[in-house]
């Protein structure tokens, strides 16, 4: 199951660029994220009201539900929509993949969880491997205001990224679904979004046609209803460090996709770059062995 969660995350989640990239036109930014989040939770509370599977929530949880809103379906988007006007691709990427070891710190500050090394050793070539993949791109890039500014808020989407992992944790403990949780908190998200939309005049224009629809409903279901929650299930189930690796995989992902669909050529230090990805992926989900059992080892030798 952990598996199948993972691949499906990745795959998803390395195939919504080419969605998000479509988006880009007419309708402003913070409107297109807010249709994205209440379409997606629109279905996600239909199919939890026909299946009667949605949970009751206290008002914790409900506090709970908007602050992972605000992080995770608000917040993160913006901070990461507006990075991508003044930085390259590669580098969001490369500061997005740093989830793995901000997952890793934030589970020990909030929840007293052991660091694994491996996850750390893990983390840090996979790291190494995407500034391998995008440095052509990143060489080429001059340093600026706008390149500190944009740097800044992908670091700052990353937090939001990483806190609202700690909070579907906290959810789930409580024995909460990410399913209802993620229809509260893409509703609270969408809700949140609107509000800024109208204090700052922004407008709900939209693009009735096949490439702004189309890419608005693979966001809203495949990428928004499947993808973050198997991401989060994964949380639950494997731990907000392993699971984050996902974010050091899906442009990996998306750098294959572009081969097809925009000639995108790899390189030897692409490869090597992609070795180390593999690599660190490897050492993320190696399960460490038993205390007694590296004992009973030691005495042998």
């Known amino acids: 199951m952990n598996l199948s969660l993972y691949l499906l995350t990745v795959l998803i989640w390395g195939t919504t660029w080419i969605a998000i990239k479509l988006q880009m036109g007419s309708v402003a930014i913070p409107a297109s994220i807010a249709y994205r989040f209440a379409l997606a939770a629109a279905v996600l ?4 009201l026909l299946s009667r599977r949605l949970q009751k929530l206290d008002g914790r949880a409900q506090l709970i539900c908007l602050a992972q809103g605000l992080c995770l379906f608000c917040v993160n988007f913006m901070c990461f929509y507006t990075a991508s006007q003044w930085i390259p691709s590669g580098l969001i990427a490369v500061v997005f993949s740093t989830a793995t070891l901000w997952n890793a710190l934030n589970a020990r500050i909030f929840f007293g969880q052991r660091i694994a090394a491996n996850v750390l050793a893990g983390g840090g070539l996979g790291l190494l491997g ?3 993949l995008f440095w052509p791109e990143l060489s080429h890039h001059t340093a600026s205001r706008e390149t500190i500014v944009g740097l800044g808020l992908a670091l700052l989407g990353t937090l939001c990224f990483s806190a ?3 909070l579907s944790s906290l959810q789930q403990k409580a024995g909460l679904k990410p399913l209802t949780t993620n229809a509260w908190g893409m509703l609270y998200g969408a809700l949140l979004l609107s509000a800024w939309c109208l204090a700052s005049g922004t407008p709900f224009a939209m693009e009735w046609n096949a490439r702004y629809v189309g890419s608005l409903l693979y966001l ?6 499947i993808g973050f929650t198997a991401y989060l299930t994964l949380v639950g189930r494997m731990g907000p460090e392993r699971a984050a690796y996902c974010t050091v995989l899906f442009p990996v992902v998306a750098l294959n996709i572009s081969a097809f669909a925009e000639g995108y050529q790899w390189t030897l230090p ?3 770059g992609l070795a180390l990805v593999m690599a660190g992926n490897l050492l993320v989900f190696r399960k460490p062995r038993p205390a007694a ?9």
């Not at 509370?45 to 939890?48: D, E």
């Not at 809203?220 to 209803?225: F, L, M, W």
């Open 164 to 166: 609202g992992n700690m």
């Open 220 to 225: 809203a279901i495949p990428g928004s209803v």
């Open 270 to 272: 692409a490869l090597l």
């Open 293 to 301: 059992q590296v004992v009973a080892t030691a005495g042998r030798a």
């Open 45 to 48: 509370f239909a199919l939890l």
């Open 130 to 132: 995407l500034a391998l």
